[in-house]
């Protein structure tokens, strides 16, 4: 994911009307930049063959 600068400003605005407080658009680009580096690391990463789960369903009923 590459930011446009159009968009950090956009993020930048969020942050300052939620908390009040101002946030530099180069925080917001080192954000990114950061989540990007973990995502593609997920991304990319193998999987084990088997992969173990578990699904549980329920019904939830009054009787009188």
Do not use: N
């Not at 300052?16 to 680009?29: G, N, Q, R, T």
């Not at 973990?38 to 329920?58: H, T």
């Amino acid at each position: 994911m590459v930011i446009e600068s159009d968009s950090a400003c956009k993020v930048s605005r969020i942050v300052e009307e939620l908390c009040s407080d101002a946030v530099p658009k180069s925080f917001v680009w080192l954000v990114f930049k950061t989540l990007d580096r973990e995502i593609e690391a997920r991304r990319s990463r193998r999987l084990p063959e088997r992969i173990p789960y578990l699904i549980a369903d329920a019904m939830y009923g009054k009787v009188q």
